[in-house]
């Protein structure tokens, strides 16, 4: 059936971690750019684990006692049977598990992401080919304008203006969208001048003052 891209809040969410090598890294990046307070145990850690901020480092081997107070975990240790002993141990608990190279075990997938700003882009093959997924990723990743997070942020200051002069979410959608495509056209956000002739035309009345 695939699996349903669902995007969460993990901004202060309790996450774990277990594993210290460069796939156990791999998770860790792309998760801190979503702000949770992680935790990583495993008897070693690779250099650049060490070195990372934000985080709680356990020298220690797996125990079950970690699994306290977790939003999700990750499995990514080298050891298989540990890594399904953890999956079990969630299931159990109904904490969301992803376990490295085990896609049978694993409750939720890590997609091929880009992210700019607030713009994340997931992308997944349901496990079946995270080459393709990766070339995806770097397809799209090209079609995305560097100043995205810019044009996000204009976008969403015109919410309110939206709310105000529409009635219709249908015409509140309709001027959020020309005001997206003139925004691409122009490679840029639109001064106000340019703004409020957008909502002048989507609203049908001319010239007159706003």
Known sequence: MGYFPFFIEL????GLIVGGGVTALRKLQKLLLYGP??????PEFCPEIQNTLGVTLLRQPFVDELLDGKSFVIAATDDPALNHRISLLCGRRKIP?????????????FPALVKKGELSIGISTGGASPSAAIYLKERIEA????????????????????RTFFAEESCRKAFLKELFLLCLQKERTLNQEETEQVLRNCAGIGDREI
Request: proline share 2%; with cysteine; net charge negative.
């Open 11 to 14: 901004a202060d969410q309790e």
């Open 37 to 42: 307070r992680l935790t990583v145990a495993a």
């Open 97 to 109: 598990v992803n376990v490295v190279d085990d896609k049978e075990a694993c409750t939720f997938l």
């Open 143 to 162: 079609l995305v304008p560097d100043n995205i997070e810019e044009l996000l942020e204009y976008l969403e200051a015109q919410r309110e203006t939206a």
